[in-house]
């Protein structure tokens, strides 16, 4: 009853309610893999959407000869056609290497720093808090971006780290999340999931796209079912108030 009640009174943000959006990416593809869908559902109803991508990729191909900074401007082009497909023309690349040995307080000041330039309602970050996550950017890039929701607000701390402005987002919303309870009708965009990953084709063959699409088509429809929407997105979603000694928000799934 008590958790009850605090929703009624602090409820869970509707994602779809606002205008501007910010999605942080732990490597050149994650947005892509997680988000594809919602971005497309996003920017066809005429929000504006941007990208911050966290590392350079470097790591990323099993290609011997596809490495270091040449595979890191293969990876930023790749990322820019993805992103144009979904109609995002605002890509940052944040100045980290794939491998995760960078300290996360050093990308958290990043993020902030983005977060005040671009002006998002909703940031949108790998869920860092899901037990069976072992990628440590995965990780890093979800605490950095939570740890920015303390750090973008206030002009005081943005001065500390050698920035100016302050901006509160609006909420928060975690991909990647086992513990989903917002969730984003994406039947009609579906499909752009597997277009956004052809675009990266120093990760992915068409066998790799089919068995990631077919993973989140059952995801999809598991979470739809929830909402008695057809085939959802399902994040984990944070508002302002929940962030900072709300401890009942980390059980509230729906």
């Not at 309610?17 to 942080?24: A, H, K, P, Q, W």
Request: aromatic share 10%.
């Amino acid at each position: 009853m008590f958790s009850g009640i605090l929703r009624r009174f602090v409820p869970i943000p509707d994602l779809s309610s606002f205008d501007r959006y910010l999605f942080v990416g732990p490597h050149p593809d994650d947005i892509e893999v997680a988000c594809a869908p919602t971005i497309r559902a996003l920017t066809a109803a005429g929000k504006h959407v941007s990208f911050v991508i966290l590392t350079d990729g470097r790591m990323g191909s099993p290609d011997p000869a596809l490495y270091g900074d040449k595979l890191v401007e293969v990876r930023k082009e790749e990322s820019l056609a993805s992103a144009k497909l979904l109609g995002v023309t605002d890509v940052t690349f944040l100045p980290f290497h794939d491998g995760g040995m960078y300290p996360m307080e050093d990308a958290a000041c990043e993020v902030a720093k983005q977060i005040v330039r671009l002006q998002p309602d909703v940031v949108f970050a790998p869920d860092p808090n899901v037990i069976s996550e072992c990628h440590l950017d995965h990780i890093k890039a979800g605490q950095a971006t939570k740890t920015s929701m303390n750090m973008a607000p206030f002009e005081s701390v943005m001065r500390s780290i050698g920035s100016s402005g302050s901006h509160s987002v609006q909420a928060l919303a975690f991909y990647y999340t086992d513990k989903a309870n917002t969730y984003i009708p994406v039947k009609k965009t579906f499909a752009a999931r597997a277009e956004a990953l052809a675009r990266h084709k120093s990760q992915f063959d068409e066998a790799m796209i089919k068995d990631v699409v077919m993973y989140f088509k059952i995801r999809s429809i598991r979470f739809g079912l929830r909402r008695f929407k057809g085939m959802c997105d399902g994040y984990r979603t944070l508002a302002p108030t929940h962030m900072h000694c709300f401890p009942e928000a980390s059980e509230w799934v729906r």
